[in-house]
Each structure stands twice: as C-alpha cells, then as structure tokens.
C-alpha cells in the first residue's frame, strides 16, 4: 500500500524558509516521477516542482531559483527547500507520487503560510 506523508509545513515571514518532508512508504514499486503540488484557497492545484525516476526535474516558474526538489535513500524521502518564500507562495503543499501501473497518490497535504 503506497502512503505519502507530509511535514514541515508552518508560518514563516516572507523571506524565510522552510523544508518540507514526504515519507513514502513505496517500496516494492516502480516509481515514475514524485513531485509537489500546492492549492492556495480559491484556487486550483498547481505542480510547484517534480522529478523523474531519472533525476529530470521540474519547476513552476513562479518558483524557480528560490525552491529546491530532492530525494534522500531512492524515493523514501522527498523534500522541498523553499527558500525566499513571498506570501503568494501561502497554500497547502501536497506530495505526489506516479507509480507504474498503479497510477497517482496523494498525501493529506501540509499547510504553508508566509506572513508578510
């Protein structure tokens, strides 16, 4: 069974950091591509960043430069550096996995919230 799990979320003042964390419990799968995806209230979810099973990573242009994707021990641990952080980038963070032939999952999401 395939679980994401997120952490790191908080409130942060605009130029801050944070990194957010997603435990995923895949083993024994093909993974194709994981990635975050985030949902500001109104509004649709949108990629924020992903990577593939071959390390080809992916920015959305309002992030690119201040936020960073990585992985630690194959696909166990993905994290999200989110540096320079602006309060448009305030919205719920959601971690993403595509497994072959088991299609997408998604975390519960966790909240990042950027004071200005």
């Known amino acids: 069974q395939v679980q994401l799990v997120e952490s790191g979320g908080g409130l942060v003042q605009a130029g801050g950091s944070l990194r957010l964390s997603c435990e995923a419990s895949?083993?024994?799968?093909?993974?194709?591509?994981m990635g975050w995806y985030r949902q500001a209230p109104g509004k649709q979810r949108e990629m924020v960043a992903t990577?593939?099973?071959?390390?080809?990573?992916n920015y959305a242009n309002s992030v690119k430069g201040r936020f960073t994707i990585s992985r630690r021990d194959g696909w166990r641990t993905l994290y999200l550096q989110m540096n320079s952080l602006k309060p448009e980038d305030t919205a719920t963070y959601f971690c993403?996995?595509?497994?072959?032939?088991?299609?997408?999952?998604w975390g519960r999401g966790t909240q990042v919230t950027v004071s200005s």
């Open positions: 993403y996995s595509e497994i072959s032939r088991a299609g997408e999952y």
């Open positions: 895949v083993s024994g799968f093909s993974i194709n591509a």
């Open positions: 990577v593939t099973s071959r390390g080809t990573t």
